[in-house]
């Protein structure tokens, strides 16, 4: 952390518990551990403490301040966003306990504010889906590109950052299996395609890919226009070009794809363990929040159906 007032003891501390973030997480996540943790020190130094004087009472005190800062608009920062400072903070006192650069851990004190289970805001149809896959005009290079990605988005439900990481050994067209390598928590899962899905993808490899790569020996799955790897961006302005190609009046991320086949899996009766291996969920409550979809669709069926229902 580039701040001013930190001592070399402190800056050695946050450099191992930096490499400790780089081993167990990807990048981003640990760029974001580091973000946080940032803001925590910045508190610390306003008040002269150091990490090595900290107490539970500080920690405490830190958890206040974070309720009761407001942002810019005057409006208080989420609860997620308290939650995840904490776990920062929390993780941070027990990398340097657990190394023994600590006797005890001042943040065990701190219970965690309780998350609200949010509910995903944007679901497609499998209607609108299916528009939206059928989109793409599969004679052009891009076309062919682009169909595969959609066809691997709602196929697997797959984070768009591992979508773009994807190698073409990461793909088996015949056996119909996709190998996602190192997602998130850095956790390698196999995936098996939907037969659409692997037939995009097959024609991708085959007609499409080599034109986009030209004389670049690339490795990457799925590159751009001029044959470099394609960058997360750039997969969420072309799913919202075929979107609105669709016709389809919602506001559609990458991640929409994801909600969207878990719960038209657990619309057809998947197991809820399947769709929870599917997106690579380490907990199941995680996942568990998809059946509330499908129950706010029940309460809209009997509101709308029910003799006693209107």
């Not at 062919?144 to 066809?151: M, P, S």
């Amino acid at each position: 952390l580039d701040l001013p007032g930190l001592s070399g003891k402190e800056r050695e501390l946050v450099r191992l518990y930096a490499e400790d973030l780089q081993v167990r997480f990807a990048p981003r996540t640990a760029e974001g551990y580091l973000a946080d943790l940032r803001v925590f020190f910045e508190w610390l130094l306003l008040r002269g403490l150091e990490v090595g004087s900290v107490r539970g009472s500080d920690v405490l005190a830190y958890q206040g301040e974070l309720y009761a800062q407001r942002k810019r608009d005057g409006k208080p920062y989420s609860i997620s966003t308290q939650a995840q400072r904490l776990t920062v903070v929390r993780s941070f006192f027990r990398f340097l306990t657990r190394r023994g650069h600590l006797v005890s851990d001042p943040s065990g004190l701190v219970e965690m504010p309780r998350l609200p289970q949010r509910l995903p805001r944007v679901l497609l149809s499998r209607e609108e889906a299916s528009r939206i896959l059928a989109m793409p005009d599969r004679k052009s290079a891009v076309g062919q590109r682009d169909r595969a990605i959609l066809e691997t988005l709602y196929a697997t439900g797959i984070r768009v950052g591992e979508l773009t990481k994807l190698g073409v050994e990461d793909v088996d067209t015949e056996d119909r299996l996709l190998v996602v390598r190192e997602g998130k928590g850095r956790r390698d899962r196999n995936l098996p395609l939907t037969r659409l899905a692997a037939r995009a993808i097959e024609a991708y490899l085959v007609l499409g890919r080599g034109r986009l790569a030209g004389t670049m020996p690339r490795q990457e799955l799925f590159l751009s226009a001029h044959g470099f790897p394609l960058q997360r961006a750039s997969v969420g302005l072309l799913v919202k070009r075929w979107v609105k190609k669709a016709r389809v009046k919602k506001r559609v991320s990458c991640h929409t794809f994801r909600h969207s086949v878990a719960t038209h899996l657990l619309k057809g009766r998947a197991d809820i363990r399947h769709i929870q291996a599917l997106l690579g969920h380490r907990s199941l409550a995680t996942t568990e929040r998809y059946t509330h979809v499908v129950v706010d669709d029940l309460r809209r069926v009997l509101a709308r159906s029910h003799p006693r229902g209107k």
